[in-house]
């Protein structure tokens, strides 16, 4: 096969094709060769059925569809030999157009970042960098500031309030206990202490009395 032919090469000085026109033109020739190996292995079985039925009893004719057998055999192997090394040379160029677009992508991706970095000094990002840091801790102050709550009460002692408060609390319960001695002493008043039969309040006052100047 005249692989000059096969991809229109017309000899020196006529531009080489693209990696993508000759993965096409060698994909193209693997589905040619194998459409033929299929063809060559059709009739290396119709020989093999020719040499069968003529066996011994015709000899010439059993040996001749051997022979072509052999043939159509050699030529498989060829074929198979040419697919292996098309399919070596398909994928060294599908490589080598990954890497071709993968070293542009990467190319094209240094120089936009050269781009990006050309008015960048790397002393004034530390210069910003802290600038932003010195504002970040600033705003944080402010935002302490504002909401310490502020007024009277800021500088109380929680424990005096508590002591005071305790103390209040004392009052009341003296309060409460002067109350309830005035409420007994009014129970034991005159009036309320139960009467003798056949005395009289006026005459324990006067024995009383008596009982006092007796003592003096």
Do not use: C
């Not at 693997?30 to 059709?42: H, R, Y």
């Not at 709550?149 to 309030?161: I, K, Y």
């Amino acid at each position: 096969m005249n692989l000059a032919k096969l991809f229109n090469f017309k000899g020196k000085g006529t531009k080489a094709p693209t990696p993508q026109d000759a993965i096409q033109k060698l994909a193209e020739t693997e589905g040619i060769l194998v459409k033929k190996q299929e063809f060559l292995e059709q009739k290396v079985q119709q020989e093999i059925a020719t040499a069968r039925k003529h066996g011994t009893k015709n000899k010439r004719a059993a040996l001749q569809a051997l022979k072509r057998k052999k043939r159509y055999e050699r030529q498989l192997s060829q074929i198979d030999g040419t697919l292996s090394t098309l399919e070596f040379q398909r994928e060294a160029l599908e490589n080598a157009t990954t890497n071709t677009e993968v070293l542009k992508t990467m190319s094209e991706a240094a120089k936009a970042m050269k781009s990006a970095h050309q008015n960048m000094d790397i002393d004034k990002v530390d210069e910003l960098m802290s600038d932003i840091t010195e504002q970040q801790d600033l705003a944080q102050e402010i935002s302490d500031a504002i909401s310490r709550p502020v007024g009277f009460g800021d500088d109380v002692d929680e424990d005096d309030l508590m002591a005071e408060l305790e103390e209040m609390e004392q009052e009341d319960l003296e309060r409460d206990l002067l109350n309830v001695g005035e409420e007994n002493v009014e129970d034991l008043s005159p009036e309320a202490l139960p009467t003798v039969p056949g005395h009289k309040v006026e005459d324990d006052d006067d024995e009383l009395k008596e009982l006092e100047n007796w003592a003096s």
